[in-house]
């Protein structure tokens, strides 16, 4: 039974991989931080019927005595690091932070696997929004990397460092420059799961309007189901490298504002309302992606539709709130 350890495992990727991974007869390992909160913080986990086929272990990312002690206890196959202060905007409050977790997290890592486990393979969970203000109109993996917040500058130190340590040390590392990827596991604080929320509290009747910041700002969509069998794919080649993974579409947030309130049978435009202090001090206007070389070399391909996945959110959130007592 092959084995994988998952750093930020209950999450939105972590918990979709898991249950891939599950599915595929790995054994699974999760690093997960201890904090107060522990009894609610895998809640995806059991959302997909999977917490209790999961060991979590407790470690801390920016600690690389505790990272190393996991890995060996652990000895992965693979290893996916998937843990990061992942939300941008609130990068610009915390940028000490996310460069801590974000940046030299994943180095942890990669030393750690460098020096307990260096047969295993592993995975850094790169971004899109290392390309920022874009240099090219569709992103590949050679297109020119301009960062525009602390969350994609941290991003962009963990994505080189897999480079050095994949060319300087030999190991099997690849990184997933992934464009955005959401579902009915994302954040709410992430501006899809925002807008499918908001769609349905307005539809249940618990709010009167949904308040966002800049809805030109235009971005790649996928499923993250669709994603996280990407990060697998890489870890199965023969030689690590480096794949862009998109969909080639890219929709404005007020596009997709009007899909997720049309799906509950509302107008937007009756609903949303700007609010200058949610926009960003640095706006990424536009991302999309070419993912050319992942369908040529991986075999993969995006399956679920952008119009599937804000209906597969807007019920999961529909769901969610009606299942919710009343006060």
């Excluded at 995806?44 to 996991?70: E, P």
């Excluded at 969970?125 to 390309?131: G, K, N, P, Q, V």
């Excluded at 941290?154 to 030999?170: C, D, I, P, Q």
């Excluded at 579409?249 to 899909?259: G, H, K, L, N």
């Amino acid at each position: 039974m092959p084995s994988a350890l998952i750093t930020g495992i209950t999450g939105q990727d972590g918990a979709y991989l898991a249950q891939l991974l599950l599915d595929r007869g790995y054994h699974v390992h999760g690093l997960l931080r201890r904090s107060a909160s522990a009894d609610v913080i895998g809640e995806r986990l059991r959302w997909l019927g999977i917490l209790d086929r999961v060991k979590l272990i407790d470690g801390d990312m920016v600690d690389l005595s505790s990272v190393i002690r996991i890995v060996q206890a652990t000895r992965p196959d693979e290893v996916y690091n998937l843990a990061a202060q992942s939300f941008v905007h609130a990068s610009w409050q915390q940028p000490l932070l996310t460069g801590t977790v974000t940046g030299l997290g994943a180095v942890n890592m990669l030393e750690a696997v460098r020096i307990a486990r260096p047969e295993a393979r592993f995975y850094q969970a790169s971004s899109s929004e290392m390309f920022g203000k874009i240099q090219e109109p569709i992103q590949t993996e050679r297109t020119p990397f301009y960062p525009r917040s602390p969350y994609a500058a941290a991003k962009l130190y963990a994505h080189w460092m897999t480079v050095n340590y994949r060319e300087s040390f030999g190991l099997h590392a690849s990184s997933g420059i992934l464009f955005n990827h959401e579902s009915p596991l994302r954040g709410i604080e992430f501006v899809t799961r925002k807008v499918t929320d908001g769609v349905a509290r307005i539809k249940l009747g618990l709010a009167t309007e949904l308040r966002l910041g800049n809805l030109n700002a235009s971005r790649d969509w996928g499923h993250a189901r669709d994603y996280v069998q990407a990060m697998w794919l890489m870890l199965q080649q023969g030689s690590p490298d480096d794949y862009v993974i998109a969909t080639g579409r890219s929709t404005t947030i007020a596009e997709f504002c009007q899909m997720a309130f049309a799906h509950a049978g509302l107008d937007w435009q009756d609903f949303v309302r700007t609010d200058a202090e949610l926009l960003r001090p640095a706006e990424v206007e536009v991302l999309r992606g070419n993912a050319a070389k992942a369908r040529q070399v991986l075999g993969w391909q995006p399956t679920v539709t952008l119009e599937a996945m804000v209906a597969e959110m807007v019920e999961a959130d529909l769901a969610r709130h009606r299942a919710r007592p009343r006060a």
